[in-house]
């Protein structure tokens, strides 16, 4: 239990389907993240909240639309992807206390994205 | 913030203190260091940091130089379920600004 919880774990969809993928954290944080990890490619950050508000996206393409409800609660919708958007999709938190900070991010399991 | 470099790969007998050595030498006096690790199918687990002391917590303990230009991250009696990647970062500021790379892939074995 690592406090963040990500569902579906696993996720198959066709190119015109539209999915959902959610985050939810335990922890009483106050920004959340949304990380893609490709086969052999290191973790790229695609999206920060911090305090619901949107403070980075990183240039991440349209098909890919984030929502942060509440500090707690943190969506990926998904539409109209390719096969090469297929990884896994990691949810993390932490408590933020300003650009100098420190605190160290708190990663879910992911959900393992397949794309057909 | 800094680039990092690790060894590939490791392997540790079970029992026996794993030493994972990270290279930093171009961090700058407000970069911490960060241990992150990433077991097979999940999520990473950050595992320690520090700016200039050692640091010592259930998990691990991580020594750096007086220099600051390198570190290991030590692991006192590895198990089975310490085979993972392991990840070094430095950075200053901001979680959003952590990015991984390659890391050191540990083997423990029996």
């Known amino acids: 239990e690592t406090g963040v919880t990500q569902t579906p774990r696993h996720l198959v969809m066709g190119m015109t389907n539209k999915k959902s993928l959610k985050c939810e954290q335990h922890?009483?944080?106050?920004?959340m993240y949304w990380y893609k990890q490709s086969a052999k490619k290191p973790l790229e950050l695609m999206f920060v909240?911090?305090?619901?508000?949107?403070?980075e996206n990183n240039s991440v393409p349209s098909r890919f639309s984030p929502e942060c409800p509440n500090s707690s609660h943190l969506f990926l919708h998904l539409h109209t992807l390719q096969p090469e958007d297929s990884a896994l999709y990691l949810c993390?938190?932490?408590?933020?206390?300003?650009?100098?900070?420190?605190?160290?991010?708190?990663f879910g399991n992911g959900t393992r994205l397949t794309v057909t | 913030d800094a680039k990092t470099t690790q060894p590939p790969s490791m392997d540790c007998a079970e029992g026996r203190a794993a030493n994972l050595p990270c290279n930093h030498s171009?961090?700058?006096?407000?970069?911490?260091v960060y241990w992150y690790r990433q077991i097979h199918s999940q999520g990473p687990q950050y595992i320690i940091h520090?700016?200039?002391n050692n640091e010592t917590n259930e998990m691990a303990s991580l020594i750096i130089t007086e220099d600051r230009k390198s570190s290991t991250l030590i692991l006192p009696h590895a198990t089975l379920r310490d085979t993972a990647v392991y990840y070094c970062?430095?950075?200053?500021?901001?979680?959003?600004?952590?990015?991984f790379g390659t890391g050191t892939r540990l083997q423990v074995t029996l």
């Open positions: 993390a938190s932490s408590q933020d206390r300003g650009p100098l900070s420190n605190s160290p991010l708190h």
């Open positions: 922890l009483g944080h106050n920004a």
């Open positions: 909240y911090n305090f619901k508000e949107q403070t």
């Open positions: 171009t961090i700058s006096g407000n970069e911490y």
């Open positions: 520090g700016l200039k």
């Open positions: 970062i430095v950075l200053t500021g901001t979680a959003s600004k952590l990015t």
